[in-house]
């Protein structure tokens, strides 16, 4: 299980192991980690973990870069989206979904519920 970020403007990486019960701080080899947030989603897909949306803690905007953690070279990346992009949201859920992942709901910048879905398949090397 991993977290990432969260209140107090934070945008470090954990890693929990079920079998030992140990959280583990998970340290990146790069420098490019998303900026502090909260409020978007983390989804595993084989060794990466994808980050989308959320509060930027910074400039207090929505966020709509995919960011992604690669579990093996422990490096961020800003991953290109082709195609439909889905548009800046928090608060939403997003799941693995044939072989990518399922963004939906949450809410936009003037706090009105977002009623859509954005499926995103295959947008990494």
């Not at 107090?8 to 890693?15: A, M, V």
């Amino acid at each position: 299980m991993y977290v990432f970020g969260g209140e107090d403007s934070l945008n470090d990486l954990w890693g929990y192991a079920l079998d030992t019960c140990v959280w583990t701080q998970v340290v990146s080899a790069g420098e490019s980690a998303p900026c502090p947030r909260t409020g978007y989603s983390l989804v595993p897909l084989g060794n990466r973990l994808m980050v989308f949306g959320g509060i930027n803690h910074v400039s207090k905007s929505l966020n709509s870069v995919l960011h992604c953690f690669d579990l093996q070279q422990r490096r961020w990346s800003i991953l290109a989206v082709g195609g439909e992009h889905p548009r800046a949201r928090k608060f939403h859920a997003a799941i693995p979904c044939g072989g990518g992942f399922l963004i939906f709901g949450g809410a936009d910048s003037g706090d009105k519920p977002c009623n859509d879905h954005t499926v995103l398949l295959r947008v990494w090397p």
